[in-house]
């Protein structure tokens, strides 16, 4: 099979988070069976200028696909236009619903084209994604589907979650196949325990809808000691500036640290450095830093609003509501108070879960049978 993808962010760049991960894993791992082609951006999330180690406006040979990187602008679309109408594919395969440029465009000339569509929105129909900027949202979802532009379209789903998310928002008649993500294949290696202040960390870009304030607001309520080590992008500034304001009003014995970018290469041997990933986000369809978090041995403390759920029963974590903010702190508090040996048991039942889980083909396998799917349906 023959596939041209779109999304929005690429290698070399990182800023643009999971959605990142999910289609390096996914050529990484099913790189050998199908034939992948991607069209990106020629810069990294919020930047203005290209990427130096790449050539724009041209095919680079990127691991196991072809990766052209389109420039901004006019171009841009003309070149992306080009593309589509070559017709070399057997399937497009679009990673965001919202985005004009990597996903509305393409799949406009794919329509007029006749080509197979799958489009993986990626999180963008959680409740919590679809609060930010709803009007313009809302009006966007109403004219897709006053259009009639979800017919014939694939929808993949990362869960049973994300797929009655998009029942919700597109109707029970769209065609879904359940999908997960491609998860990382690395763990940590040895695990390092802390004897002090409880140590967490958050790595995600700050933005509304990872909830970083929300979390800042929980630390008030943590009697004992605490470090927070803050890193991701600042893809907000008027968000981050509310964040700095929160963290000025913290008592003494909470420490918030922002730690700046942290490269996708260094995250797994950054977080087995900490006792707890802290990350009450709004909404993922998948969540790749959360999968990392485990790999890397570390239990999650997170909202109820990815896929990772009944973590408490597993022993790797908590998933909680936010509507019960002092839940959250109970957590932090409990775990604050606990031994070093205590948090190593923790830490090695995380590691194990995480090696069992990860190694498995499933998710792989899912995958390519989405695809084989989109290949026959007529």
């Given at each position: ?178 999908a997960e993500d491609i998860g990382t294949q690395e763990f940590a290696k ?189």
């Amino acid at each position: 099979m023959n596939i041209l993808c779109f999304t929005g962010s690429y290698l070399p760049g990182y800023k643009g988070g999971g959605p990142i991960k999910t289609i390096k894993n996914l050529f990484d791992q099913t790189g050998d069976e199908i034939n992948f082609k991607l069209i990106t951006s020629d810069r990294d999330l919020g930047d203005t200028f290209p990427y130096t180690s790449i050539t724009s406006g041209d095919w680079n040979q990127v691991g196991k696909a072809s990766v052209f990187y389109i420039k901004p602008g006019k171009s841009g679309y003309t070149q992306t236009a080009r593309i589509l109408r070559n017709k070399d594919y057997d399937i497009v395969y679009l990673n965001s619903f919202f985005s004009f440029r990597f996903s509305f465009f393409p799949l406009l000339i794919s329509k007029t084209l006749n080509k197979k569509i799958v489009l993986g929105p990626r999180g963008e129909f959680s409740e919590g994604a679809l609060s930010l900027k709803s009007s313009k949202k809302r009006i966007f979802i109403f004219l897709f589907k006053l259009l009639r532009l979800h017919k014939g379209i694939i929808f993949q789903a990362s869960s049973n979650y994300e797929a009655n998310d998009i029942r919700r928002v597109l109707g029970h008649n769209v065609d879904i196949h359940i999908a997960e993500d491609i998860g990382t294949q690395e763990f940590a290696k040895d695990i390092n325990t802390t004897s002090n202040s409880l140590n967490t960390v958050f790595i995600s870009r700050i933005s509304p809808k990872k909830n970083l304030l929300f979390a800042l607001e929980i630390l008030k309520k943590v009697q004992q000691p605490l470090t927070y080590d803050i890193y991701g992008p600042i893809e907000d500034v008027d968000y981050w500036q509310q964040c700095e304001t929160a963290i000025k009003t913290l008592p003494p014995h909470i420490q918030v640290n922002y730690k700046g970018n942290l490269t996708p290469d260094n995250v797994i041997n950054t977080l087995r450095n900490y006792d707890l990933f802290f990350f009450p986000t709004k909404g993922e369809n998948y969540g790749h830093v959360i999968a990392e978090a485990l790999c890397a041995g570390l239990p999650i403390l997170i909202a109820n609003t990815t896929p990772w759920r009944n973590l408490q029963e597993l022993g790797i974590g908590w998933d909680l509501p936010l509507t019960n903010p002092d839940a959250f702190s109970d957590v932090l508090n409990n775990l604050a108070t606990m031994s070093p040996e205590e948090h190593l048991a923790m830490r090695q039942n995380v590691l194990a879960w995480a090696k069992n889980k990860f190694s498995q083909r499933d998710a792989i396998e899912a995958n390519i049978a989405l695809f084989k799917y989109a290949y026959h349906k007529k």
